[in-house]
């Protein structure tokens, strides 16, 4: 199942639902991580608990691997981390709100979830996450859109590429055995110029048939 919310700002408490997820590596945790050799790895329980780099438009921030809190929140509301570089155009008004990102959520069937907790059966978890990935391959061919200036005329034109951050949940608001998938898709892409613009939502935020894909 799929479910798409726009993320504006302005809302404090939404915001921070995304920025002081769990999922994101502090320093502490990056330190920790970078203490054990390359032949080790993390463990099964951190696996399934941390936010992960995908898409084009990431590699192109050179990010990749764990999601680091400071380099989500940069690339949130707006900036390459690291750097004053805007992902999109700048706000005419600061006060005035912005749209920050997509939250694509993918959720699996309640009895998969199930058996993933009560069963211990990692590779559903990894089963799930590769699907999500394929899916999202999908949405940053077809919907990686943004709007350039041709010929006097604003046109939609393709950039194939996104930043997403997907956050991994196992259980609903309520409480319940629930794995789903945030793909928080960051509100910026880079056109072939090189030159980094919002991204055009439209038709992402119309396209709920992509979690059949998931079935």
Known sequence: MLSINT?????????????????????????QSEYYTEA??????????????????????????????EDFKEVFYGFKPGSQERIRGKKPNPEDQERLAEDLTFSAPKSVSMALHLGDDLRL?????ESVKEVLDEV?????????QRNGER????????????????????????MHTHAVIMNGTQG????WRALHNDAMSLQGWLGNLLD
């Open 192 to 195: 072939l110029d090189g030159v």
């Open 140 to 148: 940053e061919q077809r919907y990686a859109t943004t709007r350039i």
């Open 125 to 129: 978890f990894d089963a799930h996450t």
């Open 40 to 69: 080790e790895t993390q463990s099964e329980t951190r696996k399934l608990t941390q936010a992960v780099w995908h898409g084009k438009g990431a590699e192109n921030q050179g990010l990749e691997g764990n999601v680091k809190k």
């Open 7 to 31: 993320i504006n700002s302005g809302i404090q408490e939404k915001e921070k639902y995304y920025t002081e997820d769990e999922s994101l590596e502090t320093e502490s945790e990056q330190e």
């Open 155 to 178: 046109q939609v034109v393709n950039t194939d590429n996104l930043t997403i951050a997907l956050i991994p949940h196992h259980t609903s608001r309520d409480g319940d055995m629930q």
